[in-house]
């Protein structure tokens, strides 16, 4: 059964740097997502890409982040220069195939810690 | 604003009994609810949803818009039924894919 993978599975990196995670979606999906969960709270809805624009964005998907689809099969979600408080757990997920759209699949999840 | 609130943080019951994860949600237009479930260590999993109205290894949740609640029900609890349980909320339709909103999460643990 297809799913969507996500690398890295944990990234650390110091406060004021770039850090790209990185995502490949189940390949007939349209919709593409961006979620975060900061330790011991929920997980939170960052951004939707579909087409190739930004759908809906969340307060939180400030200028400090963007995301992209450079090619057929990767979804990128960039945050250009990190905080303390990015560290989290993001989740990528993708929904549009027999499932319909509204039925997301999630990746594993990339542990970003920002020291 | 759209909101899921899960009440429970952990939920213990013993192998057997019955379980109930409660899961209200506040919404102004049609709701489309779901329950993710994450076992230990591995990604979010879709359980249900309310439109398909099916059981899913032993699970049922019905939407009631009254009390606006979409709560998960099992009745005989078993041990791999341990795990981290998020209600979510999809919504509003929008032509470019809708965002979940989710919930604190319940941990249900089974014991034996």
């Known amino acids: 059964e297809p799913e969507v993978t996500q690398t890295p599975s944990h990234q650390v990196t110091q406060m004021g740097q770039e850090v790209i995670l990185r995502c490949v979606p189940i390949?007939?999906?349209?919709?593409f997502y961006w979620y975060r969960q900061i330790l011991g709270q929920k997980v939170e809805f960052l951004v939707s890409?579909?087409?190739?624009?930004?759908?809906?964005k969340s307060e939180i998907f400030d200028d400090q982040f963007s995301v992209e689809r450079p090619d057929g099969s990767n979804f990128t979600l960039k945050i250009r220069s990190t905080k303390l408080e990015d560290s989290a757990m993001y989740f990528c997920?993708?929904?549009?195939?027999?499932?319909?759209?509204?039925?997301?699949?999630f990746g594993p999840g990339t542990r970003l810690t920002v020291l | 604003a759209q909101r899921v609130t899960q009440p429970e943080k952990l939920l213990s019951v013993f192998k057997g009994a019955p379980v109930e994860l409660k899961c209200n949600y506040s919404?102004?237009?049609?709701?489309?609810l779901f329950w993710y479930v994450q076992y230990s260590r591995q990604r979010l999993q879709l359980l249900l949803r309310?439109?398909s109205r099916e059981s899913i290894k032993g699970f049922t949740a019905d939407l009631n818009k009254g009390e606006t609640s979409f709560h998960l029900k099992k009745p005989f609890a078993q041990e791999e039924d341990s795990a981290m349980y998020y209600c979510?909320?999809?919504?509003?339709?929008?032509?470019?894919?809708?965002?979940?909103?989710f919930g604190t999460g319940t941990q249900l643990k089974v014991e034996l």
């Open positions: 309310h439109i």
């Open positions: 979510a909320l999809s919504g509003p339709v929008g032509g470019g894919g809708n965002k979940l909103t």
């Open positions: 390949s007939n999906h349209l919709y």
């Open positions: 919404y102004s237009g049609s709701p489309e």
């Open positions: 890409f579909y087409n190739n624009e930004i759908s809906e």
């Open positions: 997920a993708s929904s549009g195939g027999t499932g319909g759209k509204d039925t997301q699949y």
